[in-house]
């Protein structure tokens, strides 16, 4: 589409790279029926066509007001629409312009202001959000149902398998994963331990920056990104393969280090391989199925009555990091039968924070969700990313586990 874009923005690297992705939109709206806000809500300023004609206004010169703030801020950052879109439009990247103008023209107040600020002070300090997690899981029994759901129960990394194989990789920890679901980075460890290879942590990690990002505090998440290159570099030089996420949100952060820091001298190249080197889990796996594949053919068989598996595949796996199939196939290598999930591409609703700032929406998203993934009567439900594991299993009768959890135990069978 033509663009004019403003002053202020137009001779800027950002100004420059929304020219571009304007540009390639041609307003199809092949989005708006894979985007969950415009099948919701039915305002087509709630779907991707129309919140990509707020910002260009916006990038034109057009003020924006509390209303255009509102429709950018409704979006789950999904990127569905980005699966969907025949011209290989990066609207995310647009829509990160876009809310950090919006967000310079129209500051917030009140309550939003205090709510947005204390979740970037929190959320992304393993050390104080964990405390706050053990405080909530010790009176979780009396909690009201609202928080109850969101505080799972105390659980343990299990037993840590001894370090000794040649072959290294990193993980993150992360910030609410180690005392929200503390086993899902210990199941990982013993599985990679099965396949002849130790999973450790860097001293000095902390959040990939992905809360930050989205609360529109770019800086922060900068620093956060330059924290963690910093921790795991000398154990890349020192010879490690790969860092490995167990968070597929976080994988998708941490992937997009390079465009995070690509305006940082010190910090772009080491970004670059940073990015380079960063798996999900699943691709892990999938580079070992030969081994994993020996060590499943001497485990037990798995109960018929455990056999039925929901798998919800998060937007971070499938659209963020275009992952598609690779789970799945390696559940149903492990013996687990998949249950159709209708409207698979859809958002659960978790979407970082946004369950805790768009709760109406993001209810009604989990409700839709969980009707999908039970549909089929599975035994358990899995899915790829700590957001959507504590979303769903706040409103699930069934239990909901990480994937890899799954595969760990079938080892230990």
């Not at 940073?274 to 030969?290: F, H, M, N, Q, V």
Request: include cysteine; glycine fraction near 8%; hydrophobic fraction near 40%.
């Amino acid at each position: 589409m033509e663009t004019h874009l403003a002053d202020f923005i137009r001779d800027t690297t950002a100004g420059r790279e929304a020219e571009s992705i304007l540009r390639a939109c041609v307003h199809c709206g092949f989005c708006t029926a894979t985007c969950p806000t415009y099948q919701l809500l039915g305002d087509e300023l709630d779907g991707p066509r129309g919140r990509i004609y707020l910002i260009k206004q916006v990038l034109e010169g057009a003020e924006p007001t509390e209303k255009t703030r509102l429709h950018l801020d409704r979006c789950l950052t999904c990127r569905a629409c980005e699966s969907t879109c025949p011209s290989g439009v990066h609207y995310s990247r647009l829509l990160d312009i876009g809310r950090e103008v919006v967000e310079r023209k129209v500051p917030r107040k009140g309550g939003p202001a205090v709510m947005r600020h204390a979740l970037r002070e929190l959320l992304p300090r393993p050390a104080l959000f964990g405390t706050a997690m053990r405080l909530g899981q010790m009176v979780r029994l009396v909690l009201p149902p609202v928080l109850k759901a969101k505080v799972p129960p105390i659980t343990s990394a299990g037993v840590s398998p001894r370090p000794g194989h040649a072959r290294q990789m990193i993980a993150l920890a992360g910030c609410a994963q180690p005392s929200m679901y503390p086993n899902i980075n210990g199941s990982a460890r013993r599985v990679l331990h099965a396949l002849g290879i130790d999973l450790v942590e860097a001293r000095g990690t902390g959040c990939c920056g992905a809360v930050r990002f989205h609360l529109n505090e770019a800086e922060g998440a900068r620093d956060d990104a330059r924290r963690n290159i910093d921790a795991w570099w000398p154990l890349i030089e020192a010879g490690a393969e790969a860092i490995v996420m167990t968070a597929s949100a976080c994988g998708v952060q941490v992937k997009d280090y390079p465009h995070l820091l690509q305006e940082d001298s010190a910090y772009a190249e080491k970004a670059k391989r940073i990015a380079a080197l960063t798996r999900d889990i699943g691709e892990i796996l999938t580079a070992e199925k030969s081994a994993l594949a020996r060590r499943l053919e001497q485990c037990s068989p798995l109960p018929v009555g455990e056999k039925k598996l929901a798998f919800h595949s998060p937007c971070t796996l499938q659209h963020g990091q275009q992952i598609r199939g690779v789970v799945e196939s390696l559940l149903m290598a492990a013996g687990y039968e998949l249950t159709p999930v209708a409207d698979g591409h859809l958002c659960c609703g978790s979407a970082g924070t946004y369950s805790i700032l768009q709760p109406e929406i993001s209810g009604k998203l989990q409700a839709n969700k969980l009707a999908a993934l039970t549909a089929g009567q599975p035994a358990a439900i899995a899915s790829a990313n700590i957001g959507c594991i504590a979303h769903l299993a706040g409103a699930s009768e069934i239990p909901v586990r990480h994937w890899i959890e799954l595969i760990d135990a079938r080892l230990m069978a």
